[in-house]
C-alpha cells in the first residue's frame, strides 16, 4: 500500500500549515499542482517535502476555472509514483486528529474501487464549531480518499468536479460517522471571504454560460447568503488536539482586502466587470457584498 495526498493549490499559505498537520501524518507522500501561486504557498509545501508541480496548460476555460484540469493531471502523476491509495482534500481542509490513528488501517481494508465517505463539517465563521441543522451545510457527506483500480477514470465538468475517481454508488461508498473522523473545511470561518468566492463562481458561470443561466445562478447559490438561524455544534477537544489554526480571523465585518486575498478572486471579478459592463452582472445575487459595491460606485 502506498498513500499519496494530491492537492492544487493556489496562494493558500494560510491555511496549508492546517492541511499538512493531519494529512501528511497519513500519506507515504504529497503530490501538489501549484497553479501560478504569489504568496509564499510554494516554499511551505516544498520545505515539508511536498512534490510539487507547476501547471503550464495555457488552455484554461472562459471563466477561470482550472481546478478539475489540474485534478486530471494530479491522478496521473500519482498513479505514476506508485500510489495505491489517494487521499483528496482541498488546502482549507484536513482531518480530525482522531482520524489519523486509525486512517491506514482503514484504507489498507478497501477493496480496489471503493472510498472512504466522511462528513465533511463546515466551519462556520468558526474554528471549533460546525454547522448542525437542517440545511445544504449539514450532515454533508463526501469521499476523500479512494483505493485506485486501473478500470478507474476521472469525470470531470465545469466547476463540478470531483474528489476521486472512479464512480460514487452503494457499491462504492464506504460510510464513516464523525466518530471515526471527519474533515474539516474551513472555508466558512473568513466569512466575508466566503462569500467573495461564491461571487467569483457567480460571476465566472454568468461569463460561461450566458445571460439565460441568470435565474439558475442566483437559485444555486442563494443557500450561500442565507445566514439566520443556524445550529451549530462545538466539536471535541480530541478533533482538532495538534492542528494550527489559520492565522486569519474567524470573521472580520471591517474585513481587509489586503488580509483576505487569496486566489486573485477580487481582480478576477472586476476583470470580467471591465471587459463585459457592470451592467451584465446586475442581476446576480452578490451585491450585498461591500467590495463589489464599493468598485460599482466607483465606477459607474
Not at 485534478?71 to 483528496?88: D, I, M, P, S
Not at 481494508?109 to 445544504?136: F, I, N
Not at 473545511?185 to 463562481?201: R, T
Amino acid at each position: 500500500m502506498k498513500v499519496i495526498g494530491i492537492l492544487p493549490f493556489k496562494n493558500e499559505e494560510k491555511f496549508l500549515p492546517t492541511y499538512l498537520s493531519n494529512v501528511q501524518p497519513i500519506c507515504d507522500e504529497i503530490i501538489a499542482v501549484d497553479d501560478h501561486s504569489t504568496d509564499n504557498s510554494r516554499q511551505i509545501m516544498e520545505d515539508a517535502g511536498v512534490i510539487v508541480k507547476g501547471y503550464e496548460d495555457t488552455e484554461k476555460l472562459k471563466g477561470g476555472w482550472t481546478c478539475g484540469l489540474i485534478r486530471q493531471h494530479l491522478f496521473n502523476y500519482a498513479r505514476e509514483a506508485g500510489g495505491t491509495h489517494f487521499v483528496c482534500l482541498d488546502a482549507d481542509e484536513t482531518f480530525t486528529s482522531n482520524f489519523v490513528p486509525i486512517a491506514r488501517d482503514i484504507m489498507s481494508q478497501l477493496e480496489p474501487g471503493e472510498k472512504v465517505h466522511m462528513q465533511w463539517l463546515a466551519l462556520w465563521k468558526s474554528y471549533t464549531a460546525y454547522r448542525d441543522d437542517h440545511t445544504v451545510w449539514s450532515r454533508n457527506f463526501k469521499d476523500f480518499i479512494v483505493a485506485d483500480h486501473p478500470d478507474l477514470d476521472y469525470s470531470y465538468n465545469y466547476m463540478c468536479e470531483g474528489r476521486t475517481i472512479g464512480p460514487n454508488n452503494d457499491d462504492t461508498l464506504r460510510k464513516f460517522e464523525v466518530e471515526h473522523g471527519a474533515v474539516l473545511h474551513y472555508q466558512f470561518s473568513c466569512f466575508n471571504n466566503f462569500l467573495l468566492k461564491q461571487a467569483w463562481c457567480q460571476v465566472g458561470e454568468l461569463v460561461q454560460q450566458g445571460p439565460g443561466a441568470l435565474g439558475a445562478i442566483n437559485n444555486k447559490y442563494s443557500i450561500c447568503y442565507q445566514d439566520q438561524n443556524v445550529g451549530m455544534r462545538d466539536m471535541s477537544a480530541d478533533w482538532i488536539e495538534g492542528i494550527p489554526e489559520p492565522p486569519v480571523p474567524n470573521f472580520d465585518p471591517e474585513w481587509k482586502e489586503e488580509n483576505f486575498l487569496r486566489k486573485n478572486l477580487l481582480p478576477d471579478i472586476y476583470r470580467h466587470f471591465d471587459e463585459y459592463g457592470v451592467e451584465y452582472f446586475r442581476g446576480l445575487n452578490i451585491w450585498q457584498i461591500p467590495q463589489l459595491v464599493e468598485w460599482r460606485e466607483n465606477n459607474a
